[in-house]
């Protein structure tokens, strides 16, 4: 998970989110506790982050991002990877 971690500071993930806190999007883990236990949790999140999406997390749409279908795949099981934590209400 090193490697991905990586690839997610490299591609400039941690401009707009951080682990455990909102940025300007959802904290990583608030986005695992919402798609915990969801079959298409991987392919959900590697779509939004190759072709962008807007609306799951309040206004701010989330541009889709310069990585391969692979990379995408790969940042989606990092986020999943992360210890889920609901976001607060006001989230």
Do not use: N, R
Not at 10 to 35: D, I, N
Not at 67 to 82: D, I, N, R, S, Y
């Amino acid at each position: 998970m090193a490697k991905a971690k990586s690839l997610a500071e490299a591609k400039g993930c941690f401009a707009c989110h951080q682990v455990e806190a909102k940025v300007v999007g959802p904290a990583f883990a608030w986005v695992a506790y919402k798609y915990k236990g969801s079959p298409k949790a991987i392919d959900t999140l590697s779509h939004a982050i190759e072709h962008g999406v807007s609306g799951v997390w309040g206004g701010m749409p989330m541009p889709a991002q310069s990585v391969t279908p692979a990379q995408a795949k790969e940042l989606a099981a990092w986020v999943m990877a992360q210890k889920p934590i609901a976001p607060p209400k006001s989230a």
